[in-house]
C-alpha cells in the first residue's frame, strides 16, 4: 500500500521516471525556474522512487484532500522534447461538467507550466482554456 502523497498548498509536481537522473534534474531546474517575466510555478516536489510508474489512477487515487492540480513527471516528461509534463486536473463529484473518470489530463511544456498552474491554482483561468488551445498532439505550448 502506497503512502498518500504530502498535503500542501502548492501543486504537486510527483516524479515517476526514474530511468535517468540527469534529464530529471534539467526537468526539475526548468519547471522551478521563473521565466522572462519572473513567473514561476508554485509546486512541491514529489521525488521518491516509491511512486515510480505510477498510473494516472494510482496518482488520482494517492491525492491528498482538496488537490485540484497535480503535475506528473513521467517517461514522456523525461524523454520528449519540451519536457512535457502531464498536468492532471482533478474534479469535484457535484461537477457536472467532470469527466466520469473525475479526471482530465493534459501535456504542458515546461516551459509553460508556470501559465497553467498559476491560472489554474487562483482560479484566473478554467481549465476548458488551456485544453481548448492545446495543439493537434494533445500538449498546451501557449497561447
Known amino acids: 500500500m502506497?503512502?498518500?502523497?504530502?498535503?500542501?498548498e502548492s501543486?504537486?509536481?510527483?516524479?515517476?521516471?526514474?530511468?535517468?537522473q540527469a534529464a530529471w534534474e534539467a526537468l526539475r531546474t526548468a519547471a522551478t525556474t521563473?521565466?522572462?517575466?519572473?513567473?514561476?510555478?508554485?509546486?512541491?516536489?514529489v521525488d521518491d522512487p516509491a511512486y515510480s510508474d505510477l498510473t494516472t489512477e494510482q496518482i488520482v487515487a494517492l491525492a491528498p484532500p482538496g488537490s485540484?492540480?497535480?503535475?506528473?513527471?513521467?517517461?514522456?516528461?523525461?524523454?520528449a522534447p519540451g519536457m512535457?509534463?502531464?498536468?492532471?486536473?482533478?474534479?469535484?463529484?457535484?461537477?457536472?461538467?467532470a469527466p466520469e473518470q473525475g479526471y482530465d489530463e493534459l501535456r504542458v511544456v515546461v516551459e509553460e507550466l508556470s501559465a497553467i498552474e498559476n491560472n489554474i491554482s487562483?482560479?484566473?483561468?478554467?481549465?476548458?482554456?488551456?485544453?481548448?488551445?492545446a495543439d493537434e498532439e494533445g500538449?498546451?505550448?501557449g497561447f
Open 68 to 79: 485540484d492540480l497535480m503535475i506528473v513527471a513521467d517517461k514522456s516528461a523525461l524523454t
Open 34 to 45: 521563473p521565466d522572462d517575466e519572473e513567473f514561476v510555478a508554485d509546486v512541491h516536489v
Open 11 to 20: 501543486t504537486l509536481l510527483i516524479r515517476t521516471d526514474f530511468s535517468d
Open 139 to 141: 500538449v498546451f505550448r
Open 84 to 97: 512535457p509534463l502531464l498536468a492532471v486536473q482533478l474534479f469535484d463529484e457535484e461537477d457536472e461538467d
Open 2 to 8: 502506497l503512502k498518500s502523497l504530502p498535503q500542501t
Open 122 to 133: 487562483i482560479g484566473n483561468m478554467d481549465w476548458e482554456e488551456f485544453v481548448d488551445a
